[in-house]
């Protein structure tokens, strides 16, 4: 028998743990390198729609990522006196299923699953680029050899900035603070809680129930509004916007993280031996919620377009050729203004979340 192929992958995040457990799967043997200590997500939540819990399923992750996820039905959008400003939007209207789970409960179904599959995950390895002959390089002077190289580094990939490849990289006019707050008792019990985004000006709360003892709060604003988007959160700021929230506001703790939203393309998804996945290659705004969706399906697709392929610069031309439009047509939409109600955007919107990944062709 031929040795097993192999494959390094830069970043322990949605896209390279998706791509590392989809490879080993297939017979690979899969190294990832994390820059960090540990493989840990930010304490935040994150929204996981159909197309992204069939990816799960696809790896046999879905279960552990679940067992604290919360599945909210509909999105209601409000003014900071919670009058409604459109019709509450329920999701199996459109075919699709939104359940949030909190990061930490999905990196570590992910890593499990990665690691019962003989994935060898090394942290405190930070990647310096790659070449397109297919060597992955560390900032320790390492050299790793591989059959396929995977940039899944993240915004700053410095696989991706090694080869070359940015187009463009955009940041846009708003970003987000994320956190967690314990739900009460009273929350825990509804089970109809659902998505709540609160808009004063420029200043928007997103409300989002999280597994079954938090709730995950985005609060965005405009970069340039220090208050806004201080650390810890400026509660009199934020309860002074949003009033009738001082119940939800109190309860913020220390913690949270504000990232500017950007929005990333390519020349070219893959080069040579080296392919480029996750945020590294399309991070988008989060309007959708499907940066970690596209992460994780264009991940299994890649591993599935390598699969059985003789020529792997071939596969990975072919595997961007197939999966990089819906990418762009979700990226597209998630930077415009939820207020532009053209057909377009909204046949769009849950286009990507009902998606049939490839690679989950058999999972309903
Ligand atoms: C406010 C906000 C809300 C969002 N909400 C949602 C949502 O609800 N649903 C959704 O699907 N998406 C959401 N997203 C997008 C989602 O968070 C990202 O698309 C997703 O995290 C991308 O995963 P990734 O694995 O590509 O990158 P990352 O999650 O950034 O992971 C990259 C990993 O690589 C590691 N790394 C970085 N550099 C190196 C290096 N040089 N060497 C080795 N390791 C390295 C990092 O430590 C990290 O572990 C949101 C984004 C924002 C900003």
Same mark, same amino acid.
């Given at each position: 028998?031929? &040795?097993?192929?192999?494959?390094?992958?830069?970043?322990?995040?949605?896209?390279? +743990?998706?791509?590392?457990?989809?490879?080993?799967?297939?017979?690979?043997?899969?190294?990832?390198?994390?820059? $960090?200590?540990?493989?840990?997500?930010?304490?935040?939540?994150? /929204?996981?729609?159909?197309?992204?819990?069939?990816?799960?399923?696809?790896?046999?992750?879905?279960?552990?990522?679940?067992?604290?996820?919360?599945?909210?039905?509909?999105?209601?959008?409000?003014?900071?006196?919670?009058?409604? +400003?459109?019709?509450?939007?329920?999701?199996?209207?459109?075919?699709?299923?939104?359940?949030?789970?909190?990061?930490?409960?999905?990196?570590?179904?992910?890593?499990?699953?990665?690691?019962?599959?003989?994935?060898?995950?090394?942290?405190?390895?930070?990647?310096?680029?790659?070449?397109?002959?297919?060597?992955?390089?560390?900032?320790?002077?390492?050299?790793?050899?591989?059959?396929?190289?995977?940039?899944?580094?993240?915004?700053?990939?410095?696989?991706?900035?090694?080869?070359?490849?940015?187009?463009?990289?955009?940041?846009?006019?708003?970003?987000?603070?994320?956190?967690?707050? &314990?739900?009460?008792?009273?929350?825990?019990?509804?089970?109809?809680?659902?998505?709540?985004s609160?808009?004063?000006?420029?200043?928007r709360l997103l409300y989002t129930?999280?597994?079954?003892?938090?709730?995950?709060l985005c609060?965005?604003?405009?970069?340039?509004?220090?208050?806004?988007?201080?650390? &810890?959160?400026?509660?009199?700021? /934020?309860?002074?916007?949003?009033?009738?929230?001082?119940?939800?506001?109190?309860?913020?703790?220390?913690?949270?993280?504000?990232?500017?939203?950007?929005?990333?393309?390519?020349?070219?998804?893959?080069?040579?031996?080296?392919?480029?996945?996750?945020?590294?290659?399309?991070?988008?705004?989060?309007?959708?919620?499907? $940066?970690?969706?596209?992460?994780?399906?264009?991940?299994?697709?890649?591993?599935?377009?390598?699969?059985?392929?003789?020529?792997?610069?071939?596969?990975?031309?072919?595997?961007?050729?197939?999966?990089? &439009?819906?990418?762009?047509?979700?990226?597209?939409?998630?930077?415009?203004?939820?207020?532009?109600?053209?057909?377009?955007?909204?046949?769009?919107?849950?286009?990507?979340?009902?998606?049939?990944?490839?690679?989950?062709?058999?999972?309903?």
């Amino acid at each position: 028998m031929p &040795p097993p192929r192999h494959a390094e992958i830069a970043g322990a995040g949605f896209a390279g +743990l998706t791509a590392a457990a989809a490879l080993a799967q297939r017979g690979w043997s899969v190294r990832v390198h994390e820059k $960090g200590p540990e493989v840990r997500a930010f304490g935040a939540g994150i /929204w996981i729609w159909t197309n992204g819990w069939r990816v799960l399923e696809a790896i046999g992750a879905h279960e552990r990522a679940r067992e604290d996820g919360y599945e909210s039905p509909s999105i209601e959008r409000c003014d900071q006196n919670g009058k409604l +400003l459109m019709p509450p939007i329920r999701f199996s209207d459109h075919g699709a299923r939104m359940i949030a789970v909190v990061r930490q409960t999905l990196i570590e179904a992910l890593l499990e699953t990665c690691l019962e599959a003989g994935v060898d995950v090394v942290t405190n390895s930070e990647v310096s680029g790659a070449s397109g002959e297919g060597e992955l390089e560390t900032a320790a002077g390492g050299t790793f050899p591989a059959d396929l190289v995977i940039g899944a580094d993240g915004v700053n990939s410095a696989v991706r900035d090694s080869l070359k490849l940015t187009r463009r990289r955009n940041g846009l006019a708003y970003g987000g603070t994320r956190l967690l707050i &314990p739900r009460t008792r009273e929350e825990m019990e509804d089970r109809t809680d659902r998505v709540l985004s609160y808009l004063n000006g420029e200043r928007r709360l997103l409300y989002t129930p999280c597994g079954r003892t938090q709730t995950y709060l985005c609060f965005t604003v405009r970069p340039d509004d220090a208050e806004g988007r201080a650390i &810890p959160v400026g509660k009199k700021a /934020w309860i002074d916007s949003f009033p009738m929230l001082e119940h939800v506001i109190e309860r913020v703790g220390d913690d949270g993280r504000w990232d500017r939203y950007e929005v990333i393309r390519l020349k070219r998804w893959a080069r040579g031996r080296v392919a480029i996945v996750g945020d590294a290659a399309h991070a988008m705004a989060p309007s959708l919620g499907q $940066g970690g969706g596209c992460a994780m399906m264009n991940a299994l697709s890649l591993a599935a377009a390598v699969e059985n392929a003789s020529d792997i610069p071939g596969a990975l031309a072919a595997w961007e050729e197939r999966e990089r &439009p819906l990418t762009e047509r979700a990226q597209h939409i998630s930077s415009m203004f939820s207020g532009q109600r053209t057909d377009w955007r909204r046949r769009g919107i849950f286009e990507t979340a009902r998606h049939r990944p490839t690679g989950a062709e058999g999972i309903d």
